[in-house]
């Protein structure tokens, strides 16, 4: 799912005067162990991305649900529209948004505890901080598919407390109609590494709501570049993780200036 075609389909419904700004379904997530709507949790077992390297690999089996039937229940199934985008919100304000194609393409479970009883806890950088995952942590079967462990801990949201439907208004505000369309992949990218944490034009997470694309504007490429592939250079203290540090430098570079591009882009247009 891309930008693009959210885009698409949102001029289309202006175009034939049909669009309607619609409320997002939203849903406050239940505290876990019980049976929820009539599903027995289960274990899965997946390759911890928050663990692993790509040379070492660590399997954890989790105990949980299969995400698909939750939202059913939960959002109705209007998140099963091709372009929904779905919001993964943790209580400090981190919020992964998700395609809801990736979602129904590939097995997902949104899970409580570790089968074995041990902590439901990670080490993540800087330090080895110990997190806690509750109450809710989505995983993918990534064993099953192994092509999902290219994108590490993207889309593997932790200390979740609440779901929702991101409307196509709020995505659209991602790509002003004034936007050249070069700027496509670097949008992409931004929705996918950046704004959970981050903001464009209003849309994203609240971890850090600084406006990137106001950020960029003002600061060089280098500066931005140092902040985004190894920000504890700048801050050793720091919980913004590197841009895609799962894939080869040349293809970080790469990403970093189709994000750059894009943000100084969609930031002018502001001004
Ligand atoms: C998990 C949350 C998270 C993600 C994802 C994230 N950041 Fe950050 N970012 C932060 C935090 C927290 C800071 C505050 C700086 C610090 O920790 O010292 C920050 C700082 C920054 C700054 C410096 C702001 C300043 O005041 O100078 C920039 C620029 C930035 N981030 C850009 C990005 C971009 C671009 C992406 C996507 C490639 C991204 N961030 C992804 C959490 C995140």
Redesign the pocket.
């Given at each position: 799912m891309s930008v693009r075609d959210v885009l698409r389909s949102f001029l289309l419904a202006w175009m034939a005067g049909a669009f309607v700004v619609c409320t997002a379904a939203e849903k406050s997530l239940p505290k876990p162990g019980h049976v929820i709507d009539g599903l027995t949790p289960a274990p899965v077992t997946v390759v911890e991305p928050h663990r692993s390297t790509p040379l070492k690999p660590v399997e954890v089996s989790y105990t949980g649900y299969p995400v698909v039937p939750l939202l059913d229940g939960w959002l109705g199934e209007g998140w099963r529209r091709p372009n929904a985008m779905i919001g993964f919100e943790a209580s400090d304000g981190?919020l992964s948004m998700i395609p809801a194609a990736r979602l129904l393409r590939y097995p997902a479970y949104l899970v409580y505890a570790r089968s074995d009883g041990d902590d439901f806890s990670v080490e993540t950088p800087p330090l080895n901080r110990r997190v806690n995952l509750g109450p809710w942590y989505l995983v993918w079967d990534n064993l099953l598919h192994s092509e999902l462990q290219r994108d590490g801990a993207t889309y593997w949201p932790y200390q979740v407390v609440k779901i929702s439907v991101i409307d196509v208004a709020s995505l659209a505000k991602l790509y002003p109609p004034m936007l050249p369309e070069r700027y496509r992949s670097g949008a992409e990218l931004?929705e996918k590494?950046?704004l959970?944490?981050?903001q464009v034009n209003g849309v994203g997470g609240r971890?850090?709501p600084?406006d990137?694309g106001q950020?960029a504007v003002n600061?060089s490429f280098a500066r931005?570049a140092t902040?985004?592939l190894d920000?504890s250079g700048?801050?050793p203290?720091?919980?913004?993780?590197a841009?895609a540090a799962e894939r080869p430098a040349a293809e970080r570079q790469v990403m970093a200036r189709q994000?750059y591009g894009y943000?100084r882009a969609v930031g002018a247009l502001d001004k």
């Amino acid at each position: 799912m891309s930008v693009r075609d959210v885009l698409r389909s949102f001029l289309l419904a202006w175009m034939a005067g049909a669009f309607v700004v619609c409320t997002a379904a939203e849903k406050s997530l239940p505290k876990p162990g019980h049976v929820i709507d009539g599903l027995t949790p289960a274990p899965v077992t997946v390759v911890e991305p928050h663990r692993s390297t790509p040379l070492k690999p660590v399997e954890v089996s989790y105990t949980g649900y299969p995400v698909v039937p939750l939202l059913d229940g939960w959002l109705g199934e209007g998140w099963r529209r091709p372009n929904a985008m779905i919001g993964f919100e943790a209580s400090d304000g981190y919020l992964s948004m998700i395609p809801a194609a990736r979602l129904l393409r590939y097995p997902a479970y949104l899970v409580y505890a570790r089968s074995d009883g041990d902590d439901f806890s990670v080490e993540t950088p800087p330090l080895n901080r110990r997190v806690n995952l509750g109450p809710w942590y989505l995983v993918w079967d990534n064993l099953l598919h192994s092509e999902l462990q290219r994108d590490g801990a993207t889309y593997w949201p932790y200390q979740v407390v609440k779901i929702s439907v991101i409307d196509v208004a709020s995505l659209a505000k991602l790509y002003p109609p004034m936007l050249p369309e070069r700027y496509r992949s670097g949008a992409e990218l931004t929705e996918k590494y950046c704004l959970s944490c981050h903001q464009v034009n209003g849309v994203g997470g609240r971890k850090l709501p600084i406006d990137l694309g106001q950020w960029a504007v003002n600061q060089s490429f280098a500066r931005f570049a140092t902040w985004v592939l190894d920000p504890s250079g700048k801050n050793p203290m720091t919980t913004m993780p590197a841009l895609a540090a799962e894939r080869p430098a040349a293809e970080r570079q790469v990403m970093a200036r189709q994000i750059y591009g894009y943000l100084r882009a969609v930031g002018a247009l502001d001004k």
